[in-house]
């Protein structure tokens, strides 16, 4: 069984430059989830997919964050212009249908600079 | 609004010391009230899930238990490798996102 797998595991930018990162999730969770932890904090929820439609988004994701997830398998998440306060953890955390219990992948980690 | 709470911020204990984790929580439809363990660095890995006022689950030295406001988290003799962060988060809404406590810094001494 291959848990939630996500790439890069850490990246470093300047300000300004864009990135983008990749989440896969367990095979067959229908449902994935992305969430931003910075230190001291528990994890914040982004945004979430059933399938490929993104379904919902936090008032946390900024209009320079976007998020696909192209024919309901993995995901990724850009942040365009990065800013210092963009520095954080980022988590992806899938479920299968019908359940609740969400497995989280081991996380990027970013840092601007 | 919905929100949780989770008490202390950091907890040292000797090994073999048992102790208590708490979580208090506010949603006005519990879907799912969840444990994590997170070591540094990482992301968070799953323990528990109770769903109703009156459950508990066990694994290993952690026993989980609910009522209708909170959720409590029991080390029984504590071993070096239990030290981490313990995370406490519920489901209250369809959509299924998890709402997070801080976390309990568990560090526990040999």
């Known amino acids: 069984d291959t848990g939630v797998s996500q790439d890069p595991r850490h990246k470093i930018t300047k300000r300004g430059q864009n990135v983008t990162f990749r989440c896969d999730p367990i095979?067959?969770?229908?449902?994935l989830y992305w969430y931003r932890q910075t230190l001291g904090q528990g994890p914040e929820f982004l945004t979430y997919?059933?399938?490929?439609?993104?379904?919902?988004k936090s008032r946390l994701l900024s209009d320079r964050f976007s998020a696909e997830r192209p024919k309901g398998s993995f995901s990724t998440l850009e942040i365009q212009r990065t800013e210092q306060g963009d520095s954080a953890m980022y988590l992806c955390?899938?479920?299968?249908?019908?359940?609740?219990?969400?497995?989280f992948g081991p996380g990027t980690r970013l840092l601007v600079l | 609004e919905d929100q949780v709470t989770q008490s202390p911020e950091a907890l040292r204990l000797q090994e073999g010391e048992s102790s208590s984790l708490n979580c208090s929580y506010t949603?006005?439809?519990?879907?799912?009230l969840f444990w994590y363990r997170q070591d540094p660095g990482k992301g968070p890995e799953f323990l528990f899930t109770?769903?109703?006022a009156g459950e508990e689950k066990e694994k290993e030295r952690l026993k989980a238990t609910l009522t209708k406001k909170e959720s409590f988290l029991h080390i029984t003799a504590p071993k070096p490798e239990d030290s981490a962060t313990y995370l406490c988060?519920?489901?209250?809404?369809?959509?299924?996102?998890?709402?997070f406590g801080k976390g309990t810094k568990l560090s526990v001494k040999p």
């Open positions: 955390a899938s479920i299968p249908g019908g359940r609740e219990t969400q497995y």
């Open positions: 095979s067959e969770h229908n449902r």
């Open positions: 997919f059933q399938n490929e439609a993104q379904l919902e």
């Open positions: 949603v006005s439809g519990l879907r799912g």
């Open positions: 109770l769903y109703s």
């Open positions: 988060a519920f489901s209250g809404r369809s959509q299924g996102n998890l709402i």
